[in-house]
């Protein structure tokens, strides 16, 4: 099992061992690039470096696949969130083709992958199903259809759905994939370190600063490179970037079900938050999975109620055998649809960034690594300019910022006997007018925390799924001790002593 940024284990992380690097960081040595986070992103991109020439580096905080690649339930789909017709009305007819040629390579890429370095992860092609269950869903699928002949998507209708509800029209679309994401990521890695290429874990990047070469800052130490890469969502340690991103968080479950159930496709629905369902095989084992139930990061009362929501919802579809594994995943939305991709303005094109794919990660994080190929090679492209990460800077927006990025702030109630805590629970509150996060470990021990973020000093929330400190402002979440899971924060959680007094920091 590996480690993961939460209490509950993923599918895949429980059928995973913890990554064992090779390699070792040679701290007298200028690379090429430094790639940070051990995700799909990161590690995808350093391979395609590494495969280019370029010596590479890639520095994760804790361990290969800890965060939301861990989490996903990776569906391969050209399919983004945002439909093909809002991207067209949006950025135009083209843009909107090079969308989805850009998320069709970005499948392909994984595909090579796979066969070159035969790689067992449970690959298989799949279409996508996606329906409808009313006359306003109707007609919004209407538009998807529009949306993806004009891309170029094969697609057309159907009159069947694998997933047992009543629908109106459903929607079939050819060309996707599934996987165990884990298991590729790792095989990927193998492959980078096999061609020379350096993987260093627990190593968090504090600071770096600009010049020729670039000097990066660690948890182990000084380093050089001569370009950098953040493929961590929102990057830490870049003063006055702030990409107009909104943090979620996603559920899903995996169980048993009959075998005459299972399904070969990818399926969706059109609620708001939607439903979607995909089959994988694991050491021999078919199961259903389904994921759901999504809500801006710390802006639920109690996340118990999104997996009761979930589970609820799969029980009224499929005879339940067992469900074997709860799980939620932290996305970024960006602001219009698209993901910020490329070189940071005023970085004199050496640092890169990878960011906001909303719901579509795994396809996004081959767009990425692609991309950032061709930028550090100097090679030109038409999805430079599309996928901008300094794009919001000129362009209109279309949501509001400030609703969306600000995070409400939950009444906080005088705490009168910290005792009162049972093992295994948190809570925000107020000890001597300050508001404090406290938890109390299975030993007992009662573990106090000032309640600020350390990005922008919100106040944090307990989500009691998760057993983690979730920031509603900007997505940045802690451990039950402090200990950073998710930026932007780039700090702990400020510890405190429990005296008689008002609490003192350590």
């Known amino acids: 099992m590996i480690p993961r940024d939460g209490a509950c284990k993923s599918l895949w992380q429980t059928d995973a061992r913890s990554y064992s690097p090779v390699n070792r960081l040679n701290r007298r040595k200028i690379y090429d690039v430094a790639i940070v986070g051990g995700g799909i992103t990161g590690v995808s991109t350093a391979l395609l470096l590494q495969q280019a020439g370029k010596s590479c580096i890639l520095m994760e905080s804790n361990t290969l696949c800890f965060g939301s690649t861990g989490g996903t339930t990776a569906h391969l789909s050209n399919l983004p969130d945002t439909p093909y017709s809002t991207l067209s009305a949006r950025f135009g007819k083209e843009a909107a083709r090079l969308v989805r040629q850009s998320a069709e390579q970005a499948i392909g890429l994984i595909r090579r992958n796979i066969r070159k370095y035969d790689i067992h992860c449970g690959f298989e092609n799949a279409d996508a199903v996606i329906f409808s269950q009313n006359p306003s869903q109707d007609n919004q699928l209407e538009a998807w259809k529009a949306g993806c002949l004009e891309a170029g998507l094969d697609s057309g209708w159907v009159d069947q759905s694998p997933v047992p509800m009543d629908f109106t029209r459903a929607l079939l679309v050819k060309g996707q994939g599934k996987f165990h994401p884990v298991k590729y990521v790792q095989g990927i890695a193998r492959a980078f370190e096999k061609i020379g290429g350096t993987i260093v874990q627990r190593c968090r990047v504090q ?254 929330t307990w989500n009691p799924a998760e057993k983690s400190w979730d920031c509603p402002c900007h997505g940045s979440r802690y451990s039950t001790t402090g200990k950073l899971l998710n930026g932007p924060a780039d700090q702990d959680l400020i510890l405190l002593d429990l005296h008689p007094a008002l609490p003192q920091s350590r």
């Open 207 to 460: 600071e770096f600063r600009m010049g020729d070469p670039l000097r990066i800052e660690t948890s182990h130490g000084f380093l050089e490179s001569r370009y950098l890469v953040f493929a961590t969502h929102i990057p830490p340690g870049c003063s006055g970037y702030e990409p107009p991103c909104a943090a979620y968080r996603s559920y899903a479950v995996a169980l048993r079900i009959p075998e005459d159930r299972y399904f070969p496709e990818l399926v969706y629905d059109m609620e708001d938050p939607y439903h979607y369902y995909r089959c994988q095989w694991v050491k021999g084992k078919r199961y259903l999975i389904a994921g759901g139930a999504d809500h801006r990061t710390g802006q639920v009362e109690d996340t118990r109620d999104c997996f009761r929501m979930l589970e609820d919802h799969i029980r009224q579809l499929f005879p339940v055998k067992e469900i074997t594994h709860r799980w939620s995943s932290q996305y970024f939305k960006p602001e219009d649809g698209l993901p910020y991709i490329g070189a940071l303005q005023g970085k004199e094109g050496k640092v890169f960034v990878a960011t906001g794919y909303g719901g579509d990660g795994m396809v996004y994080s081959g767009v990425a690594s692609l991309l950032i190929r061709k930028l550090i090679r100097k090679e030109k492209t038409a999805l430079t300019g599309l996928f901008s990460p300094n794009r919001f800077q000129s362009r209109k927006v279309f949501s509001n910022r400030a609703g969306e990025n600000g995070g409400p702030s939950r009444g906080v109630q005088e705490i009168q006997h910290p005792e009162e805590l049972a093992p295994g629970e948190g809570r925000v509150g107020l000890y001597d007018k300050r508001s404090l996060a406290q938890f109390r470990d299975q030993k007992g021990n009662l573990i106090m925390m000032d309640s600020a973020c350390r990005h922008q000093q919100c106040q944090i």
